[in-house]
């Protein structure tokens, strides 16, 4: 198993631009989050989606935070217009539904807005 | 939101157990306790779980009080790939987690 898949690895984007973050999750989870990462706020859960439909999205700093999932095996975070503060670690993680369940996570999209 | 307590940071030997300890006093009955951990530069990975009982996998073992208000995290034997950021987190009915500060494990040869 490939593991969850994010892309890009990296991203430089300028203040204002759009940025799509892209997720394919384990095969046969049917849970998946987005997590970001900062040195000041630590790991913060954004959003949730169960069986493709979002569960919880009280993590989502604002309005020009928005996360979709169209299918079982995809998924997109995108910020529009980007700042220079969403500067951060991006993770997307993935499980079957139960809270006794192990979540997986991605490698990590590192974003810099400049 | 059940909160978890972690002190910052812990050093230990290599090849001698390691003893990471968390504080949960607001844990509700269903929570499940979780363990991650963070090597540098990389998504935290699942380490251990439990509910009540003690808990034994190839990776660590997990301690947990009578209370469900405190659980350690038990390295049985540090080696230099164990140095790490370690979370003890609670999962709820939501399946949802919720990360704390953590404790950076630093692992001496």
């Known amino acids: 198993d490939a593991g969850v898949i994010q892309s890009p690895r990296h991203e430089v984007t300028e203040m204002g631009q759009e940025v799509t973050l892209r997720c394919k999750p384990i095969?046969?989870?049917?849970?998946l989050f987005w997590y970001r990462q900062t040195m000041m706020r630590g790991l913060e859960l954004l959003i949730y989606f169960n069986n493709n439909v979002p569960i919880d999205d009280s993590g989502m700093p604002e309005d020009r935070f928005s996360a979709k999932m169209p299918n079982a095996s995809f998924s997109t975070l995108k910020i529009q217009p980007s700042e220079p503060r969403d500067s951060a670690v991006y993770f997307c993680?993935?499980?079957?539904?139960?809270?006794?369940?192990?979540?997986?996570f991605g490698p990590g999209t590192r974003l810099t807005v400049l | 939101d059940a909160k978890t307590t972690q002190p910052n940071s812990m050093e230990s030997n290599e090849e001698e157990p390691v003893h990471l300890p968390c504080n949960h006093s607001?844990?509700?009955?269903?929570?499940?306790i979780h363990w991650y951990r963070q090597l540098p530069s990389q998504g935290p990975e699942y380490v251990i779980h439990?509910?009540?009982s003690n808990v034994n996998n190839r990776m660590a073992s997990l301690a947990i009080a009578e209370d469900r208000k405190s659980s350690t995290l038990i390295l049985h034997r540090a080696t230099l790939r164990d140095a790490a950021v370690y979370y003890c987190t609670l999962n709820n009915a939501g399946n949802m987690l919720t990360f704390g500060g953590g404790t950076r494990l630093m692992v001496k040869p």
């Open positions: 439990g509910l009540t």
């Open positions: 095969s046969g989870h049917n849970s």
């Open positions: 993680a993935s499980s079957t539904s139960g809270s006794y369940n192990e979540q997986f």
């Open positions: 607001t844990i509700s009955g269903t929570d499940y």
